[in-house]
């Protein structure tokens, strides 16, 4: 716990910074934006597939898409209502749900493992670069899912070591609330169970013989937080038909692995502004060993240990990364990282098992003195590795308070406007009307290019009023391209127009604003 404790306050320390920089994004205001609705009591556009309720006379978030359930949002409301909701609360509270789940992963590996196995895990968790930006900039709903099989790690570890009960049932809400808070927790639930099968499949039979009540107690447990989904699944089938073709993804979806195992994700992502087709482009100034130091691990394990139930709990940890990554990789559409963190925290874990393996393997002196040193230079390496890479891009968060659809030009531009009613911002592109919704609480909002494919290329004519702000993106960072049709032909009207270009920290052009005169 006390080490816990060190590593919360070292995570909030190094993302103070974050509490402004870099922009809020599209994808993570959304979350924002929905739980600010319900607290305060009002009633925001947000972008099409969002779904509420009526509680207490405001609109409770139940969907934020057809595969993608609120339960972020439900994370937020009750540091939003004591707090007030602004973007330093938003991701101060997504660090702290972070590093909850670290303290969970920590609790579960100390129960298996031990103390010093549960330390050094926390440690590579907590400081590994992709989950620490995860933890602090979350879209995607990375947070609440790791949060979620967390849990299910710990008071599975509880039910294992004693069958307590009620830890099983524990284990399978919180398996079933992560499918809710996001449907691809499906692709992590049945890799664990396949490798389970693979080398638990007799211990698990005996178990349904002789707890078949409290088996299928867990199983309904795993399925109530699942039953309001599946009205949606049809939609989420919609979805997944109108994504690339597997051919398509899979450059993208190996190059975005690699960049989660090697550190540089969040500095390519920074750096390119959001432009995932650009991001490997380059080499990225940071690298961190964790594809190196997991495979010495496995190496190590089968060439030293001998004992049998070991090399099986080893055995179903590795198959189940396999087949969890695996399942990324088919899974349609999946080619970002809070996709490809989906067997988070599984390396963390075979490396913490691995160490503490070898740490007591039996043979000559020498060689384990040898094993021991290997496993300290490995971790000692890691850990500074992470810090490394994270610091780097920090800095570089700090010199351009982050580029393109990263960049907070767009939050000065909502502080700016905050309070004006008289205004209506149009954002005619997808990045601009969620973060408006969460950052300006009185103008009100309009996002219409969502219907301009039903147009077949002859856009509408704006609406020529001088209350009318319209924004749009500079070229590289044009999602549909809609806004720039626009832009190259107003730009030609002369002093009809107000055209204003708002640039980053260093003087790159990120958006534009277009008002028309009196």
């Given at each position: 716990?006390?080490?816990?404790?060190?590593l919360?306050?070292?995570?909030i320390?190094m993302?103070?910074?974050?509490?402004?920089?870099?922009?809020?994004y599209?994808?993570?205001?959304?979350?924002?934006?929905?739980?600010?609705d319900?607290?305060?009591?009002?009633k925001?556009l947000?972008?099409?597939?969002?779904?509420t309720?009526?509680?207490?006379?405001?609109?409770?978030p139940?969907?934020?898409q057809?595969?993608?359930?609120?339960?972020?949002?439900?994370?937020?409301?009750?540091?939003?209502?004591?707090?007030?909701?602004?973007?330093a609360?938003?991701?101060?509270?997504s660090v702290?749900?972070?590093m909850?789940?670290v303290?969970?992963?920590?609790l579960?590996?100390?129960?298996?493992l031990?103390t010093?196995p549960?330390i050094?895990?926390?440690?590579?968790?907590?400081?590994d670069p992709?989950?620490?930006?995860i933890?602090?900039?979350?879209?995607?709903?990375?947070?609440?899912?790791l949060?979620?099989?967390?849990l299910?790690?710990?008071?599975?570890?509880?039910w294992?070591?004693?069958?307590?009960v009620?830890?099983?049932?524990?284990a399978?809400?919180f398996?079933?609330?992560?499918v809710?808070?996001?449907?691809d927790?499906?692709v992590?639930?049945?890799?664990?169970g396949?490798a389970?099968?693979?080398?638990?499949?007799?211990?698990?039979?005996?178990?349904?013989?002789?707890?078949?009540?409290?088996?299928t107690?867990?199983?309904?447990?795993?399925?109530l937080?699942?039953v309001?989904?599946l009205?949606?699944?049809?939609?989420v089938?919609v979805?997944?038909?109108?994504?690339?073709?597997?051919a398509?993804?899979?450059?993208?979806?190996?190059?975005?692995?690699?960049?989660?195992y090697?550190?540089?994700y969040f500095?390519?992502?920074?750096n390119l502004g959001?432009?995932?087709?650009?991001m490997y482009?380059?080499?990225?100034a940071?690298y961190?060993?964790?594809?190196?130091v997991?495979?010495?691990?496995?190496?190590?394990?089968?060439?030293?240990?001998?004992?049998?139930?070991?090399?099986?709990?080893?055995?179903?940890?590795?198959?189940?990364?396999?087949?969890?990554t695996?399942?990324v990789l088919?899974?349609p559409?999946?080619v970002?990282?809070?996709?490809a963190?989906?067997?988070?925290?599984l390396?963390?874990?075979?490396?913490?098992?691995?160490f503490?393996?070898?740490?007591?393997?039996?043979?000559?002196?020498?060689?384990r003195r040898?094993?021991?040193?290997?496993a300290?230079?490995?971790?000692?390496?890691?850990?500074?590795?992470?810090v490394?890479?994270?610091?780097?891009?920090?800095?570089l968060?700090?010199?351009?308070?982050?580029r393109?659809?990263?960049?907070?030009?767009?939050?000065?531009?909502?502080?700016?406007?905050?309070?004006?009613?008289?205004f209506?911002i149009?954002?005619?592109?997808?990045?601009?009307?969620e973060?408006?919704a969460?950052?300006?609480?009185?103008?009100?909002?309009?996002?219409?290019?969502?219907a301009?494919?039903?147009?077949?290329?002859?856009l509408?004519?704006?609406?020529?009023?001088?209350?009318y702000?319209?924004?749009?993106?500079?070229p590289?960072?044009?999602?549909?391209?809609y806004?720039?049709?626009?832009?190259?032909?107003?730009?030609t009207?002369?002093?009809?127009?107000?055209?204003?270009?708002?640039s980053d920290?260093?003087?790159q052009?990120?958006?534009?604003?277009?008002?028309?005169?009196?």
């Open positions: 716990m006390a080490t816990w404790v060190v919360s306050i070292i995570a320390a993302a103070r910074q974050n509490m402004s920089a870099p922009g809020l599209y994808d993570e205001a959304v979350f924002g934006g929905l739980a600010k319900f607290v305060i009591g009002q925001r947000h972008m099409p597939g969002c779904e309720v009526t509680m207490f006379n405001r609109r409770l139940v969907f934020v057809p595969y993608l359930g609120a339960l972020k949002c439900w994370m937020l409301i009750p540091a939003f209502t004591v707090f007030g909701a602004s973007l609360v938003l991701r101060l509270t702290s749900w972070a909850l789940a303290l969970f992963f920590m579960g590996i100390r129960r298996w031990g010093w549960a050094a895990g926390g440690i590579l968790l907590t400081l992709a989950w620490f930006f933890g602090v900039l979350d879209w995607g709903a990375a947070v609440p899912a949060f979620c099989r967390c299910a790690f710990y008071f599975g570890s509880v294992w070591r004693n069958r307590n009620a830890s099983l049932l524990l399978g809400l398996l079933g609330l992560g809710f808070n996001k449907i927790l499906l992590f639930i049945a890799a664990t396949i389970a099968l693979c080398f638990y499949a007799q211990d698990l039979w005996q178990i349904v013989r002789s707890r078949g009540g409290v088996t107690a867990a199983c309904f447990a795993f399925l937080p699942i309001i989904t009205p949606r699944m049809g939609k089938l979805v997944a038909e109108q994504t690339p073709s597997l398509g993804e899979l450059k993208e979806k190996l190059h975005t692995l690699l960049a989660l090697d550190g540089s500095y390519r992502l920074i959001g432009l995932f087709n650009k482009d380059q080499p990225a940071v961190v060993p964790l594809w190196l997991l495979a010495i691990a496995v190496v190590a394990v089968a060439g030293f240990v001998r004992n049998k139930h070991r090399l099986r709990a080893m055995g179903f940890l590795l198959t189940s990364l396999i087949l969890t695996a399942g088919l899974l559409g999946a970002r990282i809070h996709h963190i989906l067997p988070f925290p390396p963390q874990l075979i490396i913490v098992t691995a503490a393996l070898l740490w007591n393997t039996k043979g000559k002196r020498f060689a040898a094993v021991r040193i290997v300290i230079v490995s971790f000692v390496l890691m850990a500074a590795t992470q490394y890479a994270i610091a780097k891009t920090e800095k968060i700090a010199d351009t308070g982050g393109g659809r990263w960049s907070n030009a767009l939050d000065a531009f909502c502080r700016e406007n905050k309070e004006r009613s008289d209506v149009a954002s005619l592109d997808w990045g601009f009307n973060q408006v969460f950052l300006a609480d009185r103008p009100q909002l309009v996002e219409p290019f969502w301009f494919s039903r147009y077949n290329g002859q509408p004519a704006l609406p020529q009023r001088s209350g702000i319209y924004l749009v993106h500079s590289e960072y044009s999602l549909f391209g806004d720039l049709i626009y832009l190259n032909g107003l730009q009207i002369g002093e009809a127009v107000d055209i204003q270009p708002h920290r260093q003087g052009v990120v958006f534009y604003t277009i008002r028309f005169r009196e």
